[in-house]
Antibody, heavy 117, light 108 residues
Framework: VQLVESGGGVVQPGRSMRLACVAS????????MHWVRQAPGKGLEWVAY????????KYLESVRGRFTISRDNAKKTLYLQMNSLRAEDTAVYYC???????????WGQGTLVTVSS | EIVLTQSPATLSLSPGERATLSCRAS??????LAWYQQKPGQAPRLLIY???TRATGIPARFSGSGSETDFTLTISSLEPEDFALYYC??????????FGQGARLEIK
């Protein structure tokens, strides 16, 4: 099992960024997937979730309406579209595979998003 | 929203000693609790789920216990590689799937 995130970098407040997470080593289309973030020196914070077929999606309240999680099972890729970014969105963003309903058994290495002018 | 509070924030022990980390939930979460280990620069690793079930490949020195609001992660005899950050996480409510603030296990 491998999850590889990409798309992070430095972005100005109010701008947009899209993260991607490419999966391999398992049947991607059979698993729910999550995004979890970690601000520098801080703890873990769950951000968003998408069912295996994309039919159910949940968000952290502070990102709802600004972030959109999606997936392309044919490409084995998970996405996080982040709009209207704020300084407080600065974090390492991990994608994680769901295990036993809302635990996380495999994680990517993370991609750093820095929101700064 | 369910709040998880971990204690102590930092635990200083020596290799070979027994470590006990606690996680308290603001309301009952049955046994829907997991523990993760995170080392610097690495992603978290699932250790324990459903309060007491070890994840695949996790050594037997790691054990979890508790239910409702009070949970414990025990490391029976610390190995050098066990010094890290530990997080608890609940899945009782579907969202948000909150984490504790973390506890640092450091070498004394």
């Amino acid at each position: 099992v491998q999850l590889v995130e990409s798309g992070g970098g430095v972005v100005q407040p109010g701008r947009s960024m899209r993260l991607a997470c490419v999966a391999s080593g398992f049947t991607f289309g059979s698993y729910g997937m999550h995004w979890v973030r970690q601000a520098p020196g801080k703890g873990l914070e769950w951000v968003a979730y998408i069912w295996f077929d994309g039919s159910n999606i949940k968000y952290l309240e502070s990102v709802r309406g600004r972030f959109t999680i999606s997936r392309d099972n044919a490409k084995k890729t998970l996405y996080l579209q982040m709009n209207s970014l704020r300084a407080e969105d600065t974090a390492v963003y991990y994608c994680a595979r769901e295990f036993e309903e809302f635990y996380f058994d495999y994680w990517g290495q993370g991609t750093l998003v820095t929101v700064s002018s | 929203e369910i709040v998880l509070t971990q204690s102590p924030a930092t635990l200083s022990l020596s290799p070979g000693e027994r470590a006990t980390l606690s996680c308290r939930a603001s309301q009952s979460i049955s046994d829907y609790l997991a523990w993760y280990q995170q080392k610097p620069g690495q992603a978290p690793r699932l250790l324990i789920y459903d309060a007491s079930t070890r994840a695949t490949g996790i050594p037997a020195r790691f054990s979890g216990s508790g239910s409702e609001t009070d949970f414990t992660l025990t490391i029976s005899s610390l190995e050098p590689e066990d010094f890290a950050l530990y997080y608890c996480q609940q899945r009782f409510n579907r969202a948000p799937h909150s984490f504790g603030q973390g506890a640092r296990l450091e070498i004394k």
